[in-house]
């Protein structure tokens, strides 16, 4: 239970001579080698998006009433097209079933 690995060192545990050579020698080939990628310059500063201010907009334009409003009355648009479309591509059409249904209690 209380087994300790090699590469992990933790005060209680000293390091032996031949692994720290291995370090040693690893460290020594990463310096020296040509095939260690560098990172990408990372960005200090967040470039603001059409939608950041948009937002930044309706935020002084409208209450947080309406803004919740709003953002509701899209999510819904956009919930009812979905489910168009997959009516759509499930081929389940509501007049189909009940022109369907009118002709089977004619006959």
């Known amino acids: 239970m209380n087994a300790q690995r090699d590469d992990v060192v933790t005060p209680s545990t000293t390091v032996s001579p031949a692994r720290r050579l291995q ?4 460290t020594q ?11 990408a310059p990372v960005r200090a500063t967040v470039i ?4 950041d201010a948009l937002r930044a ?11 919740t409003a709003r ?8 919930e009812d097209r979905r489910r168009a479309k997959d009516r759509v591509e499930s081929g389940y059409v509501p007049e189909r079933e009940a022109v369907a249904a009118r002709r089977s209690r004619a006959t």
């Open 71 to 78: 953002r509701n009355a899209w999510t819904a648009v956009l």
């Open 23 to 26: 370090s040693a020698q690893h």
């Open 57 to 67: 907009v309706e935020s002084l334009l409208l209450s947080s009433g309406q803004r």
């Open 29 to 39: 080939i990463v310096s020296e080698g040509t095939s260690t990628m560098q990172a």
């Open 48 to 51: 603001p998006t059409v939608t």
